[in-house]
């Protein structure tokens, strides 16, 4: 049974006839209409209206006669305010081509999406500016694509949360289980560097993954502790 959220294509829809629209007038507000801000623009929007799914072609005759004139009022309007923030706070590799570049031909070992916080050790808040390498053999590893960046970082936007996809590693044939060992390298400014070790359990196979993010446990940092700037007498 394959299930399909429909405002993803409706959304979606709006957002490529609007940027065609409105580039074409050339407003102070849009300087990019890559397919990078695009994107980022239709998740803003999918963020923030209710999702519809349907299961069979039935569900998609109903769902072209059930959208609301408020509805897409509402769509139009979220798709405009999204161009306007995604242009003012564009992401680095924005204009950038090839988002999946070296993927391994399948069966390859795929990894989930890894979702970490970094808090401060004494007032539990979360850190922002953090720096987070990520780590296999002593090497960086290698991301997905331009979309995933390592070292990544920490925002106050984000809560002290950062995430990461690794890139998929080529295997000799489907059906293989094994773990894989990372570790996390945490620095921030006034904090001492703070070192992380997991692993994870993956089973050679297609393109994705077999759970599409894992939680990774909370790390905490402190600041170096007074004594230990102190010199022995």
Known sequence: ???????????????????????????????????????????????????????????????????????????????????????????????????????????????????????????FEPIPNAQITILCNGKNVQMEDITWSNPCYTYQSTQGTYSFKPAAVPAEKPGVSTEFSFTVEITADGYEPHLHSFTIPVTSGGESAECFSIRLQDSYLFMPSEDADKQPN
Not at 61 to 70: K, M, R, V
Not at 81 to 100: C, D, W
């Open 1 to 123: 049974m394959t299930v399909h959220n429909i405002m993803e294509d409706r959304v979606a829809e709006r957002v490529d006839a609007l940027y065609e629209a409105i580039q074409k007038e050339h407003p102070g507000f849009l300087s990019c209409d890559c397919e990078s801000c695009r994107a980022d623009t239709l998740c803003y929007v999918l963020n923030r209206i209710p999702a519809k799914y349907i299961v069979s072609d039935r569900g998609v005759t109903y769902s072209s006669l059930a959208g609301s004139t408020q509805l897409k009022a509402d769509i139009d309007a979220l798709v405009i305010e999204g161009m306007k923030i995604v242009n003012t706070a564009k992401r680095p590799y924005h204009k950038e081509k090839g988002r999946l570049p070296n993927v391994p031909k399948t069966p390859a070992f795929v990894f989930p999406a890894c979702i970490g916080t970094v808090y401060d050790g004494h007032t």
